[in-house]
Structures are given as C-alpha cells and as structure tokens.
C-alpha cells in the first residue's frame, strides 16, 4: 500500500511521517534550512500487525510526502497521483486552512478509495480547542469521499496517537485488495537521475503489472526502448516490482539518459506504447469554481505526475460549478495514459483547483464530438469493469478489440475470453455483436438482390460499393474477413472484383438476346477463325459500337465468348477448338516446339490474327515462348477444356 500526506504547510506532515517510520523525508539541503516540504519524499516501514504492532506483517509500507505550500501543488499532485491512502493532515493550533480544504479537494476528485485524519500537534491545545478543530475537520470532510474517515489526535513530539494512527494504517493495509499485477506493466515516473556505476535510475509508483529483471520496456510518450537492468521495490532489492509498490528501475539503453527521461513519463510494456494527444473525460467542475467550464479554456492537466498544458472543450454545453459532464481535452502534447486514470485541471496561473475527472476516450474525434452516436459511446465507455463496458459498446458499434484492451491497460491475450464472455462475435480486430452480424447479413442479402433485380445482366456488386452500403460500415480488412466467411458458409458467391448472391446467373436482357442471336451464328461459321470484330458488327447490324462492345463483354462473363484482342471475340467454343489444334500441332513436332506460321496455317487465318491467337493463349498461360518458337504448356489445357 502506498499512503500520500496532505495538508496545509507546516502542519507536521513530515514530522508525523517520521514518527511512523523513523525516516526524514526531507532529503534537501534546502528543505532542512527553510524546514518545509519542497520536493516529494518517501519512506518505508512495516505497520506491523494490526492485532500485534509488535508482530512485523510482511507487508512494506510506502509513504509519499508531499508539499503544503500552495505554490507547490503541482510537486503535491505528481505524489498524490499513484496512493492508495490518504493521510490528510491538520494542525490542532491552525485547524482547517486554505491548503487543506484545496488537497482535499484534490483526493476526492482522485477518487481515493479511503483515508484518515490526523489531527497534528495535539500537544498545543486543550480539550476545547481539540473539540473546536474536530468539529472543523467534520464540517470540511462532509459530501466527500472522507466523510467517513476517522480523525485520531497525535503528537510527534510527545507520541500521543502515534501507536493508534499506526494500528489504522496497519489495519488499511491488510484490507485492502493488491492493484492487478497480471496485465501489462505501468509505472509513473517522478524522478529521475543517474547513480555512479549503475547509470540511470528512474522511481515512481507500480501503477499495474509486473516487471522482472531483464525485461525490455518502453518510456512513453518519448517511444523509448529500455531494459531492466535492477528493481528496487518497495526500497529494497528485489527481482520482480509488483503493481501497487514504490519502485526505482535502473533501465539501459541507447538514448536512456535522466535528461531524456521527464517527470511525468511512463515506463509500458511496449505494447501499451500509444500517446494520446485528444482525450474524452468525465469531467466534474468543483463547487468553489469561480466559473463554468466553456469551450476552449486553457487549463493545466495533472495525471499521475505528468503535468500538462490543455485545453477544454465541453461536449454538451458550458459545466457550471458543481456540475459534471462530458469533455475534450485538447493537449499541447501527447502523453502516456490509460482509460480510467484519474486526473486534476488547474487554472493556466497553477494558483486555483478548477475540476478533474477520468479518462474515456483515448482516440477522441476532432469533430462530431457531440452527436447522439457519439454521446451513447461516451455512456457505454465510461463503465470501469472492461466486460460491462464491452458489452455496453458493442450495443453502439463494433469495437476494435487491440485498441480496447491496449487503451485500457489489459493483456492482449484476455481478449478472446472476454469478447466471449461479453458474447461478441470477433471478425479480425473487431469484435461484433450477434445483431451486428445479423445487420450485416440481411443488408447484404437485400442490396445484392435488389442490384440482381435490377441487373440482371451484370455479374455482381463490386465490393467496395457494397461495403460503403452496409451498417455498421467495416474496414476494408475486416469486411474482406467477412465477405470470406459468408462464402465460406455458401451465402456469397466472391467473383473476382464482384459479389453475388450464389443463386444469381447472368441473363441478357431480350434487347440484347436478340441482337446476340444475329452475332452468334457467324462466331461459329465458316469464317469463326476470322470472326468479324466489334466495328463490322456494329456497321453491318447499325448499332453503336459502344453498346456492342457492352453485350460482347456480357457475352464473354455468361462463358459464351472470349475477347482474344481489342474488340475482337471469338465464340468459346471455337477457343476450345484451337486449343486442339494446338495439341495437334505440338504432337507432330518431335520437340513439342511450333511456330505460329504452323498454327496460321491450320486455322488458315492472317498472320496477324494468328499471332493475337497465340498472344491470347501466352497471357493465359496455356503456351510458352522461346524466341519464335512456342510449346504448349500441359498444366494450362483445363483452362480450355
């Protein structure tokens, strides 16, 4: 468990901290000369036993101690960002102050799961000014997350309180459930600097997963490939730094330097590597707001330690004070995030606390932000659980299921057990409901046999055209994947670029039968190794070429012609035939070797035509060539048979 101070300045936040743990957490210079809290400090100790203080637990305890100056919320909120714990602290001789009430506010927007409160230097007042302070704290901790947590007066100076905070702590500790440690790997970096012989280490808080040594990382947003070199866990060494643990990783690489690394960065497993520059959030506006939240304020984002600048766009309108609502947040950089994290906006002077809220949409869309399709998303995506939020998307659209899980900080390998459990049909990436599919399936049905209906004489709908007409509209990749599973279950026929219904056959009109039946004779005549082309046809019967050209092309997909050149066909049949005479020819050579004079003379046709012929048959594989010369190819006859 990790515990984070809070409170006003120089209400003995590292004091207390101390007598817990026996460690100073002020660790600068500067910080001992001026004696307050400038830069996060930490500390480790075993509570003990909450039955038996004397008892270790097993269970290391971290402290994160942050500043109370206003001036240093932003060094408070990089620690606040990854506790499990509050310990809000108050001064019996002050009482509640302008910084208490605001990292107050801060933890309940975190959405802190528990706290306590210690009510400091309770050597310096009596009974009634106990009473006084108590009343105070109950009257500020009221309608937040807190309201319940208990208050224990001590002193670090005399003990008073100390063992009584530690039992509660200690108690904290066991009851609380551990972070998942079985995803992918997430750590938020606060500092980062280099130790002689070991190069350079990196600390923060395990925010999931595991990390082992030698494991390969990524520093993100930067796209940064490290190795784990060391892990100290929980300020000890270990081999493994576990989900929930403070952690300092001694990484190596090219490029892996403490300069390159900023606070705010996140060590992934390079899976989760995917910066996100557009986020829809659930955003709560503060009651003590001066004023609503509009469109395009800029503000400061806080998220774990990363710190931001950004601006707002609210999704259905301005969000007054004390409001919630939808939002964009339009940052001035990319960072490393998760769906869910939490986080802080600060006015752009970092002087007032103006919302927070936590992340949706990671991939959020520059425009149409706020039609109903897409406000029904933000509902669905806004559940926590992954399988309710799953099922609830996938009643709005299909979901990309690498992008679901990668954004939501999940195993990749959890996703076929969870869409199956959500009951989503999986067609590559995407992941569809049963009526998604069954969309899709009677809308392919229909336009194919309202277009069949309509064109009898063609063979079928090109498939992009089809793709642009079905709902839910798919990728190209993934519509591909389900045109070839509807074949596959003999509900489509795939004819090249065209698709078709499987009991639909390519009719001429009566128009265009008529006319084909004048044509047809003379492909099979006398003259059928010389057939007429496309512009004698069209002179002799007085129809345009163009429209001829149509029907001879319809001819050649109803298998009754074959186009041999430029708007010359010859009738299939006849193609079969010279495809005899071509084994003819080649069983008479002793080498199987002919040339197309030898073939011209057969068919007794021009030396051009022959050789458009032949060319016909090399494009369709059925010959070879060797200079002049050409071999039949005995792999190919079928073609023609």
Partial sequence: ?????????????????????????????????????????????????????????????????????????????????????????????????????????????????????????????????????????????????????????????????????????????????????????????????????????????????????????????????????????????????????????????????????????????????????????????????????????????YTHACEVAARVVPIGGDIAPGETGFAQLVLERPIAATMGDRFILRDTSATRSLAGGFFIDLRAPARKRGTPERLAWLEAARETSPGAALMRLLQVAPVDMPVFLRDRGLDPASGPDLAARAGAVLLGPLALSPAQIEALRAGLATHLGEFHAANPDLAGLGRERLRLMLSPRLPKDVFLVFLQEEAGAGRLVLDGAFLRLPGHQVRLSPEDEALFARIFPRLLGEERFRPPRVRDFATEFAVEEKELRRLMRHSQRLGLTDQIATDHFFARVVVREMVAILRDIAAASADGWFTAPAFRDKVQNGRKVAIEILDFFDRNGLTLRRGDLRRLNPHRIDLFD
């Fill in 1 to 301: 468990m990790i515990i984070g101070t809070a409170g006003h300045i120089d209400h003995g936040k590292t004091a207390l901290v101390q007598a817990l743990t026996g460690v100073d957490a002020d660790r600068l210079a500067e910080e001992k000369a001026r004696g307050i809290t400038i830069e996060l400090g930490f500390a480790y100790t075993d509570l003990g036993d909450p039955a038996e203080p004397e008892i270790p637990s097993g269970r290391i305890t971290g402290f994160v101690d942050v500043p109370g100056h206003e001036r240093l919320i932003r060094t408070m909120l990089a620690g606040a960002g990854g506790i499990d714990f509050a310990l809000l602290v108050v001064a019996a001789d002050d009482g509640v102050m302008p910084q208490t009430r605001e990292h107050l506010e801060i933890l309940n927007l975190l959405g802190l799961p528990g706290g306590v409160v210690a009510m400091t230097k309770a050597d310096l007042a009596d009974e009634t000014r106990r009473a006084t302070v108590r009343a105070e704290i109950r009257a500020a901790l009221a309608g937040t997350g807190l309201a319940a947590a208990p208050v224990v007066e001590v002193s670090a100076q005399t003990g008073e309180g100390i063992a009584e905070l530690r039992r509660i702590l200690a108690e904290a500790g066991a009851e609380m459930p551990g972070r998942g440690a079985s995803g992918p790997m997430r750590l938020s970096v606060d500092r980062s600097f280099t130790i002689a012989g070991a190069g350079t280490v990196v600390t923060g808080t395990m925010i999931a997963g595991r990390v082992a040594l030698g494991d390969q990382v990524m520093i993100s947003p930067l796209g940064l490939p490290a190795r784990v070199r060391g892990i100290h866990a929980q300020n000890r060494k270990s081999d493994q730094g576990l989900a929930g643990q403070r952690c300092a990783l001694n990484l190596s690489g090219d490029g892996v330097t403490k300069d390159a690394i900023q606070r705010g960065d996140m060590i992934l497993a390079p899976g989760l590597h995917a910066p996100a520059g557009r986020i829809d959030v659930m955003l709560e506006v503060l009651a003590s707001a001066r004023r609503p939240v509009t469109t395009w304020m800029p503000v400061h984002l």
